[in-house]
């Protein structure tokens, strides 16, 4: 088997297309929390806060000389990226726990008895011939 073939084998398989899919809703799910985040939720509580804007708080640790920028750590941004963090965990927990109660109900459903083999029903109609 080439290696061509194989890649293609692997690359083919449902759970690598799943996977790949989930990566790309993923990605494009934390460019809107992120949004979400530095655009709805931090201006009302920087406004809240006297005026804050968060992606400009920093700590500056060298002051910009000439053509050397400042060093400083920027801590809103931080701050930003936590609640990012703390929404897509929240998201992602909520989901897991959906998905979870839903296959515990499907496991709770009592399972239908298999329908009874041909020769069996063949045996059971001879059965009740023979009665009548």
Known sequence: MSFMSEFKDFAMKGNVVDMAVGIIIGAAFG???ASLVADVI??????????????DLAIVL?????????????????????IDFLIIAMAV???????????KKE?????????????QVLLEEIRDLLKK
Do not use: H
């Not at 927990?93 to 296959?103: L, T």
């Open 31 to 33: 460019k809107i929390v």
């Open 42 to 55: 931090m201006p009302p509580i920087g406004l809240a806060l006297g005026g804050v804007n968060f992606t």
């Open 107 to 119: 496991e709770e459903k009592p399972a239908e008895p298999a329908a009874p083999p041909k020769e």
């Open 62 to 82: 060298k002051e910009a000389v000439g053509d050397e920028a400042a060093v400083s750590i920027m801590y809103g941004k931080f701050v930003q990226t936590v």
């Open 93 to 103: 927990f909520v989901g897991i726990k959906a998905m979870n109660s839903m296959k």
